[in-house]
């Protein structure tokens, strides 16, 4: 009975082992496929790797490519406000909606130095005055300068007053005499300043005249009356006072050379008798003698 069982038993065994033998073979194909796949599987990867590389770099380049042809978004103009209102306004503001700045000339408050030649002339002489001879009227050359201030008014418009020193020698000669009109005056002229295209200006004011000194010398020539044992020498006195104040109408015109430098030119027509008290044995008198003086010299802002 025992024996019997080991028997069965032992074959059994025996065809269990021929069995697994004859199974191995089988599943070493099985196994073989499976890593031929992962390796065809590795392969098929790689070989898609580039391309999708390839093409994620395309879609780079492209995407690329579009924005820079898209025109970058502008950020809006900032809105004034109610608290911000004019300064923040005005500096956003184009420069083309900004009003012109005026030369400097113009814009700004300022004074300068100026120095003219002058020559002048007594003019409107009674013709008695010089015993008939009325186109031997004195004139002479001269000089001024002073200060002037630059007060714009509005645009292109300066109310420019000045104070100056003047000097001037008129000289008067005859066959009886020569004459010499010295005069040192303070000029004080009130003008209003228009300029042309920042390149010229006029002007147009009137003048005071307050004397500060004045000398009229008097070289005698000989005067011999008859002749021979009856020849006489007479000896002429004269006292020719200036008027202490005279008044005029004054005009200008130049050239602005650039904000600081101007040639300047001027005339100043009197409108009061420069010498009313006459006192002459040979003058009549020198009423209506009214002087007009012509200007031309540069002027200098310095601020």
């Known amino acids: 009975m025992n024996i019997s069982k080991i028997i069965a038993a032992g074959a059994l065994a025996t065809g269990m082992a021929f069995a697994q033998e004859d199974a191995w073979p089988a599943d070493e194909p099985a196994e073989e ?27 780079a380049e492209q995407a690329s490519a579009e924005q ?36 400097t000339i113009n814009s700004k408050m300022g004074f300068g130095l100026h120095a003219n030649f002058n020559y002048s002339f007594l003019n409107g002489l009674a013709q008695d005055w010089n015993m008939g001879d009325e186109e031997e009227a ?9 200060i002037r201030l630059r007060i714009p008014m509005v645009d292109f418009l300066q109310f420019t007053p000045e104070i100056n020193f003047h000097y001037a020698e ?30 010229f200006y006029v002007a147009a004011g009137v003048q005071f005249t307050l004397n500060l000194n004045s000398e009229v010398t008097f070289e005698e020539a000989d005067l011999q009356i008859g002749g021979g044992l009856g020849t006489l020498r007479m000896d ?4 020719i006072e200036q008027a202490g104040f005279t008044f005029g109408i004054a005009f200008g015109a130049g050239a602005i050379i ?3 430098f ?3 030119f001027g005339f100043v027509l009197g409108l009061t008798d420069m010498y009313p008290k006459c006192e002459s044995d040979l003058i009549e008198s020198m009423d209506g ?14 601020m």
């Open 33 to 59: 496929q499976v890593a031929e796949q992962a390796d065809d599987s590795a392969a098929q990867q790689d070989e898609a790797a580039p391309a999708e590389e390839s093409a994620e770099q395309s879609s």
């Open 68 to 103: 820079a042809s898209e025109p970058e978004p502008q950020a809006p103009a900032p809105q004034p406000t109610s608290e911000t209102s004019s300064p923040a306004y005005a500096n956003d503001a184009p420069v083309a909606s900004e009003p012109r700045e005026a030369n």
């Open 138 to 146: 004195p004139a002479g050359i001269g000089f001024n300068g002073g």
């Open 170 to 199: 008129l000289i008067q000669e005859d066959e009886s005499a020569k004459r010499r009109f010295k005069q040192t005056d303070l000029e004080i002229p009130v003008m209003m300043r228009g300029v042309i295209m920042d390149l």
């Open 236 to 239: 002429l006195e004269e006292n």
């Open 258 to 260: 650039n904000d600081r």
């Open 262 to 264: 101007s040639i300047d």
């Open 289 to 302: 003698g009214k002087q007009i003086t012509i200007k031309a010299g540069v002027g200098f802002w310095i």
